[in-house]
């Protein structure tokens, strides 16, 4: 018995090992829009076997990163700028209704030890944005929201914001590589945000995150112009 549960944890921990893998390959961009591949191909690139591939390209797909095609196999989700702005509008009704969540039950502030780590993620952030480093920027951008949403809002929230903010970069990343203006359009306002919330000044974290929102709703209309 103690063989077969140590087999189904090390399956699992390959599952998700690789799912992270190819999940940041698609957020690097190198594994581009469109791009098909079988899990054949995927488990002799990473010389495993067909079954946690095939399980890692399951969960991919079903957050919305992979198209899965009976015949073909899977290929890389083609997000498009409706889509991007839907993604926006999302998260922003969603945060909006954290903050009223938050004004209707009282609380402003946030334990200062909870937002310490939270706190150099923003600053390596807001670094990598200034010196237009994308893909410094993407990791702690996603670790910044992430663990903030870890404190403000429960687990379900945090995961569904996680979720839309990995399908925003995906199909953001190709066009910013391609951007001589990149620096211009990386949002850098991470310690602003943070600033505010320690503060417990929920009226200027909600500012923030407006400018936030509005950043990126101008990135997608210049992206159309």
């Not at 090390?10 to 893998?21: G, M, N, P």
């Not at 004004?103 to 502030?109: A, N, P």
Request: charged share 30%; no cysteine; hydrophobic share 45%.
């Amino acid at each position: 018995m103690r063989g077969t549960g140590s087999t189904a944890v090390t399956r699992s921990t390959l599952r998700q090992q690789i799912a992270d893998a190819l999940r940041d390959e698609v957020l690097a961009g190198r594994l581009k829009p469109g791009q098909e591949f079988t899990v054949k191909l995927i488990a002799d690139q990473y010389g495993v076997s067909a079954t946690p591939v095939r399980e890692a390209l399951v969960d991919l797909s079903a957050q919305g990163l992979l198209d899965s095609d009976q015949h073909r196999g899977f290929r890389v989700h083609r997000f498009t700028v409706d889509d991007y702005r839907r993604m926006v509008d999302a998260r922003s009704l969603v945060i909006d209704g954290i903050f009223r969540q938050a004004e209707r039950q009282g609380r402003s502030t946030v334990p200062g030890k909870a937002l310490v780590a939270v706190r150099r993620r923003a600053e390596e952030a807001a670094r990598a944005a200034r010196g237009g480093d994308l893909d410094i920027l993407i990791g702690y951008d996603l670790r910044f929201w992430n663990e903030l949403g870890a404190v403000v809002a429960n687990s379900y929230i945090s995961e569904f914001l996680h979720r839309l903010r990995v399908q925003a970069w995906v199909f953001a990343v190709p066009f910013l590589r391609a951007d001589p203006e990149l620096r211009d359009w990386l949002w850098n306002g991470h310690e602003d945000l943070i600033d505010a919330i320690t503060a417990g000044d929920l009226a200027a974290a909600r500012t923030v995150v407006d400018s936030y929102n509005d950043h990126a709703l101008a990135w997608a209309d210049r992206l159309e112009q």
